[in-house]
């Protein structure tokens, strides 16, 4: 049974027990976070570890805690106390606390039904909205922001993970020694109008247009004509919609 508290008072009790390393400080409500076996997190973190030379891939957005941020449905931001580390098979969003410096600190899930966005920093930023902030029906997923304006075309970027078992029937991969399991992402990307429902956005250029309001035909049309010669790759996808914002 999952039982739910509030991240302030959870967080302030696990760093009670780590006085030395320092305090939560100020308090933050309105997400609420599942803790110890209920997290499902021992389980993914040992079949996932770098060790594991048996399995490729991984089912997080990247291995380790990273520093970033939540804004909750109540629009409260949870950042600089904390590290975050987003499951891409499940769509969760675990949390542990800067300040619990144990070699096994304590991991919480976080309930996202309560989560708008959040922000997981790698080199850069990467910004993750609920999905449901674009399509109400969809309360199960986050979206990658690529690129967002409100008042016109944003670019999302879905991420979906599955776990391939290694197939022995498949020769060729035990010709070429290839004795592994894998994670393997499939990616999909959607342009959504003035925060709208997302419509799909492929590399193929004779149906992007498809995915912009008919008024934009013409100008979508003639970007890529003036860049026949770029790869068509994610970054293109970004410049696209950039664009068309201008």
Do not use: W
């Amino acid at each position: 049974m999952k039982t739910p508290f509030l991240i302030s008072c959870l967080l302030l009790s696990v760093v009670a027990t780590q006085a030395q390393t320092g305090s939560v400080g100020a308090s933050l409500s309105g997400i609420t976070v599942v803790k110890g076996n209920n997290t499902g997190f021992q389980g993914v973190q040992s079949y996932n570890s770098a060790d594991n030379a048996n399995v490729k891939g991984s089912q997080f957005f990247d291995k380790e805690f990273r520093e970033g941020s939540v804004t909750t449905t109540n629009n409260e931001r949870l950042t600089g106390l904390y590290k975050f580390l987003f499951d891409k098979v499940r769509q969760e969003l675990f949390i542990t606390s800067k300040a619990d410096t144990r070699a096994n600190p304590e991991v919480l899930l976080a309930e996202k039904q309560q989560i708008k966005s959040f922000t997981i920093t790698t080199d850069r930023d990467h910004t993750f909205s609920a999905a449901r902030n674009y399509d109400p029906a969809n309360t199960t997923d986050f979206y990658e922001v690529l690129q967002k304006d409100d008042s016109g075309y944003t670019l999302l970027k879905f991420v979906k993970t599955t776990f391939v078992k290694m197939d022995y029937r498949n020769m060729e991969k035990v010709k070429n020694g290839e004795f592994y399991d894998e994670f393997v992402d499939k990616v999909t990307y959607y342009v959504s109008y003035k925060s709208g429902k997302p419509q799909e956005i492929t590399f193929k250029k004779k149906n992007m247009a498809n995915a912009f309001q008919a008024d934009k035909k013409a100008a979508i049309d003639n970007y890529i004509d003036n860049h026949s010669n770029d790869d068509v790759n994610e970054q293109y996808l970004i410049n696209l919609v950039n664009s068309a914002n201008n």
